[in-house]
């Protein structure tokens, strides 16, 4: 995809911006990992937000179906 010159030059704009610079070093300071419990990923926490998000956002479970499993490839 080709990005229109107006696209580059706001880009290259916000590159050269001190505030964006300073809003993602906050951000990076800030970070956690919700799911990392003593460096491990704690998969109850990981279930049980799931569960909730699906409940938030109203979402209706699919019945089980099973995969097709020929050319599965990793």
């Known amino acids: 995809m080709k990005l229109s010159r107006s696209i580059k030059a706001e880009v290259a ?4 911006s001190e505030s964006l610079k300073n809003d993602m070093q906050i951000m990076a300071e800030r970070k956690c990992a919700p799911f990392i419990k003593d460096g491990r990923t704690d998969v109850d926490a990981f279930i049980a937000f ?21 050319d599965m490839v990793l």
Not at 13 to 16: F, G, K, T, Y
Not at 50 to 70: A, G, L, V
Request: net charge neutral.
């Open 50 to 70: 799931i569960i909730e998000f699906n409940e938030f956002i109203n979402h209706e479970p699919r019945p089980f179906s099973k995969m097709p499993d020929r």
């Open 13 to 16: 704009a916000l590159a050269r």
